[in-house]
Antibody
Framework: EVQLVESGGGLVLPGGSLKVSCVAS????????IHWVRQASGKGLEWIGR??????????TYAASLKGRFTLSRDDSMRTAFLQMNSLKTEDTAVYYC??????????WGQGTLVTVSS | DIVMTQYPDSLAVSLGERATINCRSS????????????LAWYRQKPGQPPKLLIY???TRESGVPDRFTGSGSGTDFTLTISSLQADDVAVYYC?????????FGQGTKLEI
């Protein structure tokens, strides 16, 4: 069974940093691209970025509005993808999802982890 | 960036009736190399992550009931839910995966 489980969310002060994780199981993690998507409460889905596989040189692509503050990485030996978030703002408060890329689209999603940026 | 626009923003349909949700992209998501539309539909119930329903504009994901039908090509797409059931209450999103950044429609809230 394919599973993605996010963790690491929590309360962080404005200007702070947080690193969330996405642990995968049930599929060939090292061969898959992983996307991150966030959703503020009551709002729509916002794409954050994608990290590709080793075969594709772990290439990363980001939403322009987030590039420079957010960084994607992965550790295939741990079957884990990471989202590092720096200089956090109150508007970054959201549920953060990781999702597996199938043939371009996202076929499996984690349950999400809530990040709250507040003083 | 490709802008995805859904309409309507919300929709109320009676049980057993048909629901139609539309999605328009600001540029074509039809890839000429393989003649496929890089358009997906997702359903999101409250408190849950999105669930893939349709990809390639019209291919149902495994396990998705045939009540769900995707259609369209190029820039205009439709998700049709025939014979609406109570379990279909959710927000529905279209997404283009033709290019990055991936972009989603704003969502259509479907109610009974």
């Amino acid at each position: 069974e394919v599973q993605l489980v996010e963790s690491g969310g929590g309360l962080v002060l404005p200007g702070g940093s947080l690193k969330v994780s996405c642990v995968a199981s049930g599929f060939n993690f090292s061969g898959a691209a992983i996307h991150w998507v966030r959703q503020a409460s009551g709002k729509g889905l916002e794409w954050i970025g994608r990290i590709r596989s080793k075969t594709n040189n772990y290439a990363t692509t980001y939403a322009a509005s987030l590039k420079g503050r957010f960084t994607l990485s992965r550790d295939d030996s741990m079957r884990t993808a990471f989202l590092q978030m720096n200089s956090l703002k109150t508007e970054d408060t959201a549920v953060y999802y990781c999702a597996r890329q199938a043939d371009g689209y996202n076929d499996y999603w984690g349950q999400g982890t809530l990040v709250t940026v507040s003083s | 960036d490709i802008v995805m626009t859904q309409y309507p923003d919300s929709l109320a349909v009676s049980l057993g009736e048909r629901a139609t949700i539309n999605c328009r992209s600001s540029q074509s998501v039809l890839f000429s190399f393989d003649n496929k539309n890089y358009l997906a539909w997702y359903r999101q119930k409250p408190g849950q992550p999105p669930k893939l329903l349709i990809y390639g504009a019209s291919t149902r994901e495994s396990g998705v009931p045939d009540r769900f039908t995707g259609s369209g090509s190029g820039t205009d797409f439709t998700l049709t839910i025939s014979s609406l059931q109570a379990d279909d209450v959710a927000v529905y999103y279209c997404q283009q995966y033709y290019t990055t950044p991936r972009t989603f429609g704003q969502g259509t809230k479907l109610e009974i």
